[in-house]
């Protein structure tokens, strides 16, 4: 089992900026690959970003330029710097880690963290 702690959303004008942060805990013998999606009111739910062990990144279009992902292998955390908010970007933002543990590879979720962002 693996558990996710996310932190860092909140209320924020349009133009600003947070940081998300994502820590898994567990017997965790290696993560693959860490990201963050997104999901609005009615909507479905969105890749933002997603970055590999190695570091390699993708963005979804909307955030390029603008997010930054990042990831601290040694603490097992992932992090979404997020600048020039606009208030599209208002969502629950959620946490995904790929990781090996004892059964096996599982595909663990935060429990979301809500990003509100005001014009």
């Not at 702690?5 to 013998?29: D, H, K, M, T, Y």
């Not at 997104?38 to 603008?66: F, W």
């Not at 208002?90 to 059964?103: D, F, K, M, Q």
């Amino acid at each position: 089992q693996v558990q996710l702690v996310e932190s860092g959303g909140g209320l924020v004008q349009a133009g600003g900026s947070l940081r998300l942060s994502c820590a898994a805990s567990g017997i965790i013998f290696r993560i693959n690959a860490m990201g963050w999606y997104r999901q609005a009111p009615g909507q479905q739910r969105e890749l933002v970003a997603t970055i590999t062990s190695d570091g390699r990144t993708n963005y979804a279009d909307s955030v390029k330029g603008r997010f930054t992902i990042s990831r601290d292998n040694a603490q097992n955390t992932v992090y979404l710097q997020m600048n020039s908010l606009r208030p599209e970007d208002t969502s629950v933002y959620y946490c995904n880690v790929g990781a090996l543990v004892r059964g096996g590879w599982a595909n663990s979720w935060g429990q979301g963290t809500q990003v509100t962002v005001s014009s």
